[in-house]
């Protein structure tokens, strides 16, 4: 058992008032594959939150920036600094009813996005392996974490079945995640000093339209069988741009999950903190997510 929630993680399995009372109202409420809607709150542009809310209750919390309470962690600290205040296990025991659910890490999970308790909550903290230091976290119920499955899983129990999601639902959910990348890719870009970049709208459709092609074609690659290459796409869509850059992922979670991959990921890490960039269009289909950055072109 680990130390007590503080901070952001003492908000699990509260109630929604709570947090209003706490935060006020949400900037937005984006859904999510997971049956909890996310409650958006981007106070700042170092300081934001996705809470994850099920039937009045805090089941998840994302949360990045600098000013972003994380008690007893901080946006920052090294791993050093958590291996050395709290209990972290390449293997991690979730018990709940009458189930028992063993996480195994992997040591590019411990690396990158490592899995510690406090209390009967679960914090996974989404580290920057090239400078070593915390980037982000999520917090966790027990059920949500064992939903999510965010890692390798063996279970003696029941497992809840993957909901059948309809084609106009996984459209909002994208419609939020793309805003979700886009406000955190901003932050990320701040803090290592890259400077925002601005929502392209146009560019946006473009990035939409390959994430959808390669759910469609059943294919990852920056290439389309049908529409070519990033410039051929961009060109296609009558951009002007004086640089381009793409980061594609499929199969994450959902947006927070995606950028991190990025961050650790050193051809997408380089397009992502790129300080030329000045827009940005991200889309999403399904799980499939598509980031494309461009330098408007000033003639």
């Given at each position: 058992?680990?130390?007590?929630?503080?901070?952001?993680?003492?908000?699990i399995?509260?109630?929604?008032?709570?947090?209003?009372?706490?935060?006020?109202?949400?900037?937005?409420?984006?859904?999510?594959?997971?049956?909890?809607?996310?409650?958006?709150?981007?106070?700042?542009?170092?300081?934001?939150?996705?809470?994850?809310?099920l039937?009045?209750?805090?089941?998840?919390?994302?949360?990045?920036?600098?000013?972003?309470?994380?008690?007893?962690?901080?946006?920052?600290?090294?791993?050093?600094?958590?291996?050395q205040?709290?209990?972290?296990e390449?293997?991690i025991?979730?018990?709940?009813?009458?189930?028992?659910?063993?996480?195994?890490?992997?040591?590019?999970?411990?690396?990158?996005?490592?899995?510690?308790?406090?209390?009967d909550?679960?914090?996974?903290l989404?580290?920057?392996?090239?400078?070593?230091?915390?980037?982000?976290?999520?917090?966790?119920?027990?059920?949500?974490?064992?939903?999510?499955?965010?890692?390798?899983?063996?279970?003696?129990?029941?497992?809840?079945?993957?909901?059948?999601?309809?084609?106009?639902?996984?459209?909002?959910?994208?419609?939020g995640?793309?805003?979700?990348?886009?406000?955190?890719?901003?932050?990320?870009?701040s803090?290592?000093?890259?400077?925002?970049?601005?929502?392209?709208?146009?560019?946006?459709?473009?990035a939409?339209?390959?994430?959808?092609?390669?759910?469609?074609?059943?294919y990852?690659?920056?290439?389309?069988?049908?529409?070519?290459?990033?410039?051929?796409?961009?060109?296609?869509?009558?951009?002007?741009?004086?640089?381009?850059?793409?980061?594609?992922?499929?199969?994450?979670a959902?947006?927070?999950?995606?950028?991190?991959?990025?961050l650790?990921?050193?051809?997408?890490r380089?397009?992502?903190?790129?300080?030329?960039?000045?827009?940005?269009?991200?889309?999403?289909?399904?799980?499939?997510?598509?980031?494309?950055?461009?330098?408007?072109?000033?003639?």
């Amino acid at each position: 058992m680990g130390a007590p929630a503080l901070g952001m993680a003492s908000f699990i399995n509260k109630s929604a008032e709570e947090l209003v009372a706490q935060l006020g109202e949400p900037d937005r409420i984006d859904p999510s594959a997971y049956g909890y809607e996310w409650w958006i709150y981007h106070i700042s542009d170092q300081k934001y939150f996705q809470v994850g809310i099920l039937r009045s209750k805090i089941v998840t919390i994302y949360a990045a920036g600098d000013e972003a309470e994380i008690e007893p962690f901080k946006v920052g600290q090294t791993i050093k600094e958590i291996y050395q205040t709290s209990p972290v296990e390449s293997e991690i025991v979730v018990n709940v009813d009458e189930g028992t659910y063993r996480f195994e890490l992997s040591e590019e999970d411990l690396n990158t996005r490592m899995l510690t308790s406090l209390g009967d909550v679960y914090a996974q903290l989404y580290l920057d392996k090239y400078t070593g230091k915390l980037v982000s976290i999520r917090l966790f119920n027990k059920e949500t974490l064992i939903e999510q499955r965010p890692y390798e899983m063996v279970y003696r129990g029941e497992l809840m079945e993957e909901s059948d999601i309809p084609q106009e639902k996984w459209d909002e959910i994208a419609e939020g995640s793309e805003k979700q990348i886009f406000e955190i890719t901003n932050i990320i870009r701040s803090s290592y000093e890259a400077g925002e970049v601005e929502w392209d709208e146009v560019t946006a459709s473009v990035a939409e339209q390959h994430s959808k092609d390669m759910f469609e074609q059943d294919y990852f690659s920056h290439e389309s069988p049908t529409s070519g290459t990033l410039a051929d796409r961009l060109e296609s869509g009558n951009i002007v741009f004086g640089m381009a850059g793409e980061n594609i992922a499929a199969q994450y979670a959902d947006g927070p999950a995606a950028v991190h991959g990025w961050l650790n990921s050193e051809g997408h890490r380089k397009t992502l903190l790129e300080p030329d960039f000045t827009h940005l269009g991200v889309g999403v289909y399904r799980k499939y997510f598509t980031q494309n950055f461009i330098q408007q072109f000033v003639p």
